[in-house]
């Protein structure tokens, strides 16, 4: 038995029952990730020891390196955030180390959070560990290659527009964005600020319940967090779905999607209607314009998030060559034209211009109308289902380099996780099968806001079904 292979909540009835310590699962699994990192490059850096101090959940966790942990450095997988530590815990950090966690070590990410691959990383691309030359979906690729490849039990990623739920899907775990305002943001370096979400990326779905119980709950620090009761989510979960409305939108069931993801999509539904589920058929008419208006809206907040790192404060100041007549202007355009990579650049001046003089109203105002719409379509599909189902990805994880030169292609990845974005609601992807390379296909369902406990239930009936999420990828 190989402790790293387990899930938390089978690694911790063993702790609780004498049969391993915290502190031999902390290091099995640390060994795990030492050994196995210079395939998968899923860790920016790890710890060079740990120390299991005990608590309720003693569990290994890899925290993606855009969440803070007090004078670790974290630095987004970018150079200019080089030498940052920061003087404090993010929220969801402070509660991970009160509830016992073992914090691993910093996950590898597309820099900034700004792709859907993880090969944007100024640390070199994590790779999916069910196929070395594929890549783990990002923005949270690391995260999920580490859960994924055993090299950490439980981890944290951020997701802006399916950026934990799409390297979920590729690599065959699961991952939950929780409502807007349901986990804090507080030690978040931000990307969209609408829009960000911190959530659980675990090996099955029970786990997923767990650490989002622990994660979830108001603080007083982030302006966007929501009084709003924090139940046991393990509670909900039950294998009787019978009486759920499912919603299947025609608008997520278009031409481009790969044919093994179609068919293990609709053998899912299949299972919810033979288990007294109810399939409706929905519509979310402004599904179209989703991916467009999200890369108005999101590279608008990401050019105002990143103006702050210019080498004055933290992270890179580099000095240009020689002395010309605006030393400290010159000093900000050699920082960032050093520090950040090809796609930061190009999210900056996509979202500068849409916030300029003269077409603000035209491109961020619109958007933000558009957006709206988008929101009242979840309204209104809610109102005939509990939950809405779709494929997390249209394509199984394709191959390292096959679309990063391709910024469109790349976008499009992400076209049936961005409108849960949009609209502030929570969305789950879980495994659902395998297509004829032996990828993983990822199934999604997203449901009204605060209403998690729904789709952990939901996805707690079919996972303990089928068992896809008790396959392992072998390195």
């Not at 590898?108 to 100024?122: K, Q, R, V």
Request: net charge neutral; hydrophobic share 40%; glycine share 8%.
């Amino acid at each position: 038995m190989n402790l790293f292979d387990l899930t938390a909540h089978a690694l911790l009835d063993l702790i609780q029952t004498g049969r391993a310590t915290a502190q031999a699962a902390a290091d099995a699994v640390l060994r795990r990730a030492v050994e196995i990192n210079p395939k998968t490059n899923a860790f920016i850096r790890l710890t060079a020891e740990v120390n299991a101090r005990g608590g309720a959940c003693p569990v290994p966790i890899a925290i993606k390196d855009n969440i803070c942990v007090s004078g670790q450095l974290t630095t987004c997988g970018s150079r200019i955030l080089d030498g940052f530590r920061p003087p404090y815990d993010a929220c969801v950090v402070e509660k991970i180390k009160a509830a016992g966690g073992v914090i691993l070590g910093s996950a590898n990410m597309d820099e900034f959070a700004f792709g859907s691959s993880c090969e944007t990383s100024a640390f070199g691309p994590a790779k999916n560990p069910w196929a070395l030359d594929r890549v783990p979906g990002g923005s949270s690729g690391g995260s999920a290659a580490a859960v994924a490849a055993g090299q950490a039990v439980w981890a944290l990623g951020s997701d802006t527009g399916g950026s934990i739920r799409q390297p979920a899907s590729f690599c065959g775990v699961v991952g939950l964005k929780p409502t807007y305002g349901r986990v804090s943001r507080y030690g978040l370096i931000a990307f969209g600020s609408s829009l960000d979400q911190i959530g659980p990326i675990t090996k099955d779905v029970r786990d997923c319940a767990r650490l989002l119980t622990i994660i979830a709950g108001f603080d007083e620090r982030d302006s966007t967090s929501l009084q709003v009761p924090v139940p046991d989510y393990t509670e909900a979960l039950t294998k009787d779905v019978k009486g759920l409305r499912i919603g299947v939108p025609k608008e997520y069931f278009i031409d481009g999607i790969e044919p093994d993801v179609l068919a293990a999509v609709r053998k899912a539904i299949l299972f919810y209607r033979d288990q007294g589920a109810i399939i409706v058929d929905v519509s979310l008419p402004h599904t179209e314009y989703a991916l467009a208006t999200y890369y108005i809206i999101a590279t608008a907040e990401a050019s105002s998030n990143l103006a702050r790192f210019d080498g004055v404060a933290f992270g890179l100041r580099a000095v240009p060559p020689k002395a010309r007549k605006n030393p400290l202007l010159d000093m900000y355009e050699e920082t960032r034209a050093r520090g950040f990579g090809d796609e930061a650049k190009r999210r900056i001046m996509l979202g500068t211009y849409v916030l300029s003089s003269g077409y603000y109203d035209a491109y961020y105002l619109r958007a933000q109308k558009v957006r709206t719409l988008i929101k009242q379509d979840f309204e209104n599909a809610f109102s005939a289902c509990d939950v809405v189902l779709s494929p997390t990805s249209p394509t199984t994880a394709f191959k390292a380099g096959e679309k990063i030169s391709d910024p469109l292609a790349m976008y499009l990845s992400d076209v049936f996780t961005i409108p849960a974005n949009m609209a502030g609601i929570p969305a789950i992807s879980f495994p659902c099968g395998f297509d004829q390379a032996g990828l993983p296909v990822g199934l999604q369902l997203m449901a009204r806001p605060f209403a998690e406990d729904v789709l952990l239930r939901a996805a707690y009936a079919y996972e303990q079904a089928t068992g896809w999420h008790r396959e392992r990828a072998v390195l």
